[in-house]
């Protein structure tokens, strides 16, 4: 299987996103939008530019499901990344170490070719005295790639929103992923994975805390 590996460079500025960018929903409620008439439209003019007939029995209900598609696999841009982690827990006992939750499966869609890209997240945060429920990271996870993104900027994202709102001392994040704008249009090398990192605090300033997490993150399941 072909591979290919994206790391970010170390970077002391690596988690300095604009917070207005991913702590809050994109979507307001006051904000201007087309009419679902407008979008079922739309589609209606890509299968005729495709070569279809919009109008023949089996694509008649087709505009209202791609958009009612669109509503679920965009979702993340109406919610809200930070308020999924402002909840958390002071009963760790002393814990001193990171927090790994990995093999987080997640689909998200390419903002280049809008098509999908999928795989798993791997991520560790090192808590300073309170701890956000194991699943909020995942949740997290899913917010984001319910919006069009890059992988990059999608590691990225994760890492920053961890890093601005629950403030460890450090966050690591490891995604893998398959394109389909890669495997199945152009090149169309199916099986190429991608592989992203982010590093913040303590696993940007030590090698040996970022190599235990990548061992950990990437050991063969059990």
């Known amino acids: 299987m072909d591979k290919s590996i994206r790391a970010s460079t170390p970077d002391p500025r690596a988690a300095e996103l604009d917070p207005t960018e991913f702590l809050a929903a994109v ?55 930070a308020e999924v982690l402002n909840r958390t827990f002071g009963e760790t006992a002393g814990y001193d170490d990171f927090v790994l939750v990995r093999d987080i499966g997640f689909t998200s869609q390419c ?4 098509m999908p890209f999928y795989g798993k997240a791997h991520i560790a945060y090192t808590p300073v005295e309170r701890v956000v429920g194991l699943s909020k990271l995942a949740r997290l996870t899913n917010i984001f790639a319910r919006r069009l993104q890059t992988q990059e900027h999608l590691t990225a994202q994760i890492a920053a929103a961890i890093d601005e709102v629950l403030k460890p001392r450090g966050v690591a994040v490891l995604i893998e992923a398959e394109h389909t704008c890669m495997s199945v249009r152009g090149v169309a090398t199916h099986g190429t994975m991608t592989f992203t990192c982010r590093f913040t605090g303590m696993f940007r300033d030590n090698p040996a805390e970022q190599a235990r997490f990548m061992s950990l993150a990437r050991s063969p399941q059990r």
């Not at 009419?35 to 694509?59: C, D, F, H, M, W």
């Not at 209900?61 to 965009?74: G, I, K, N, S």
């Not at 903002?111 to 809008?114: A, G, L, Q, S």
């Open 27 to 81: 979507v307001k409620a006051d904000q201007p939008r087309p009419a679902r008439s407008e979008a079922e439209q739309a589609v209606k003019t890509l299968l005729a530019y495709i070569g279809e007939n919009p109008a023949r029995e089996g694509l008649v209900d087709t505009p209202r499901r791609v958009v009612e598609a669109f509503d679920e696999l965009y979702q993340g841009y109406h919610q809200c990344p």
């Open 111 to 114: 903002e280049h070719h809008m």
